[in-house]
């Protein structure tokens, strides 16, 4: 049985992780073939014409795509022109943005044959098994699957408690050998319950991890090689404080070409030792989701802020030089438009290496998702889902997010501006405001207006707004 396993990435310089982690179990715990296995990578601008056509020249029994928020238009377009081209490829999807709607999106794409409900490698291993023998998948757990017109349903798979059952993705066999990011998890799922959020998954056990001597020696696997970037892409990698510490001297003692590692932290879990170690480790870029400041959304999205152990955490990032990104969310419910200034102008005020502000899409199998109704949630129905009113916003509330999001874009990567929003009296969304009143033409001409409203002495702010300006024409 040939096996094709494909996605379209959103950035392609990351690994398909969840493809190695398939083929990994297909070929090490079921003994299938590696050559009757392929994978196959698409950028996002890849069309459905080109991804089906590499798809059928693969001569594949089963093709399964693994669909996210990115992909899923693409991807569903790609499978009906293969299902045209060769009726009797049985198609398989799992991934985020399928399996948490998986009977309605059956019934939306009659060329689907199954979807994965929730964590793939297991079931899909099964779902092989059944086929290879002729048997019936009404005793898979997990998924969904087509049968005479009708869409079965085979309940919920169970939990998978001991991670390490899963074959290693990060092997000789499976490795790149082209320079990319290399994403590698030490847990998965998440014990917090932010209702905006799909790491939890709705798992009774909300938090897995992996064998630190397996997290050890794949991490060890890909420092020995010539890689672009390490990313442990847990939910949050110092959910276990003491257990981050160790992999931090781990990578520390091994990672001798400086190898650069991004990861995602709860700033809350953030102490003196850990932010040295990561400092030691070479952790080159650090995502920090703060999302709102206000007490009464945090309430309506249960979602967890300790204050002041959030600036005992980031005190510490800074200490140590790491840069990090602090990052909010627009457009949740509860947020107003001036209590969403109020979380900028505090995210700013920690000068943040970046600050990144998100619009809030309202994921499918989520608990917002389920919650919209009663909170007058309104987004849109097709992916990203981004939102466009809720109880607390109108769509004009929801429109000056996008224009704060564009801002952004233009205003951040200049160290002038950085300089200009740690000016006395100066908040970051006066800033940000004079952008959106009337966005300028050069950074020059921008400095120099809102100097001159704000009566600022601008013979410092023109000369860094003149040099930014030259360098990045260049």
């Given at each position: 049985m040939r096996i094709c396993l494909a996605t379209a990435h959103c950035k392609p310089a990351f690994?398909?992780?969840a493809l190695l982690y398939l083929k990994a179990c297909l070929v090490d715990l079921?003994?299938?073939?590696?050559?009757?296995?392929?994978?196959?990578?698409?950028?996002?601008?890849?069309?459905?014409?080109?991804i089906a056509n590499q798809v059928v020249a693969t001569h594949a029994d089963v093709v399964a795509f693994s669909c996210y928020v990115w992909n899923i238009r693409v991807l569903m377009h790609a499978a009906a022109r293969i299902k045209a081209h060769e009726p009797s490829v049985t198609i398989v999807v799992g991934g985020p943005e399928v399996g948490p709607v998986a009977a309605s999106t059956l019934e939306r794409y009659p060329e689907l044959d199954v979807v994965v409900k929730s964590e793939g490698e297991i079931p899909f291993c099964e779902i092989i098994d059944h086929w290879q023998t002729g048997a019936d998948?009404?005793?898979?757990?997990?998924?969904?699957?087509?049968?005479?017109?009708?869409?079965?349903?085979?309940g919920d798979a169970p939990i998978l408690l001991d991670l390490?059952?899963?074959?290693?993705?990060?092997?000789?066999?499976?490795?790149?050998?082209e320079k990319?990011?290399?994403?590698?998890?030490?847990?998965?799922?998440?014990?917090?319950?932010?209702?905006?959020?799909?790491?939890?998954?709705?798992?009774?056990?909300?938090?897995?991890?992996?064998?630190?001597?397996?997290?050890?020696?794949?991490?060890?696997?890909?420092?020995?090689?010539?890689?672009?970037?390490?990313?442990?892409?847990?939910?949050?990698?110092?959910?276990?404080?003491?257990?981050?510490?160790?992999?931090?001297?781990?990578?520390?003692?091994?990672?001798?070409q400086r190898i650069p590692v991004h990861t995602e932290v709860w700033a809350e879990f953030i102490d003196d030792e850990l932010a040295s170690l990561m400092r030691e480790a070479h952790f080159s870029y650090i995502e920090v989701g703060l999302q709102t400041t206000d007490d009464s959304v945090l309430a309506t999205v249960e979602r967890r802020l300790r204050l002041q152990k959030f600036l005992d955490g980031i005190g510490y990032l800074k200490k140590?030089?790491?840069?990090?990104?602090?990052?909010?969310?627009?457009?949740?419910p509860g947020e107003t438009r001036e209590t969403f200034r109020k979380s900028l102008n505090?995210?700013?005020?920690?000068?943040?290496?970046?600050?990144?502000?998100?619009?809030?899409?309202?994921?499918?199998?989520?608990?917002?998702?389920?919650?919209?109704?009663?909170?007058?949630?309104?987004?849109?129905?097709?992916?990203?889902?981004?939102?466009?009113?809720?109880?607390?916003?109108?769509?004009?509330?929801?429109?000056?997010g996008w224009e704060v999001n564009r801002a952004l874009g233009w205003l951040e990567p200049f160290h002038t501006v950085r300089f200009l929003r740690r000016e006395q009296g100066i908040t970051y969304t006066e800033i940000v405001d004079e952008w959106i009143g009337s966005p300028p033409e050069s950074l020059p001409a921008f400095v120099e207006r809102f100097c001159a409203k704000k009566e600022i002495p601008p013979d410092f702010y023109r000369a860094s707004a003149s040099i930014e300006a030259v360098a990045s024409s260049r």
């Open positions: 690994i398909p992780l079921k003994g299938l073939p590696d050559e009757d296995v392929t994978i196959l990578e698409f950028g996002p601008d890849a069309s459905a014409e080109e998948l009404d005793d898979v757990p997990g998924i969904c699957f087509r049968r005479d017109g009708s869409v079965v349903d085979t390490n059952q899963l074959a290693s993705p990060h092997t000789v066999r499976l490795a790149t050998t990319r990011v290399v994403c590698i998890e030490t847990q998965r799922g998440c014990v917090f319950r932010c209702s905006f959020c799909f790491y939890n998954k709705d798992l009774s056990i909300r938090n897995r991890r992996f064998d630190l001597e397996r997290v050890k020696r794949e991490i060890r696997f890909w420092l020995e090689r010539d890689v672009q970037e390490l990313y442990l892409m847990d939910p949050v990698f110092n959910l276990n404080a003491e257990r981050a510490k160790e992999i931090c001297r781990f990578i520390a003692a091994h990672n001798h140590y030089d790491l840069i990090f990104e602090v990052q909010l969310i627009y457009g949740l505090f995210a700013a005020a920690l000068d943040p290496s970046v600050l990144s502000v998100f619009p809030l899409m309202v994921l499918p199998g989520t608990e917002l998702w389920r919650k919209a109704e009663g909170l007058h949630l309104a987004y849109n129905a097709e992916p990203p889902y981004y939102v466009r009113s809720h109880f607390s916003m109108d769509e004009a509330d929801i429109e000056y």
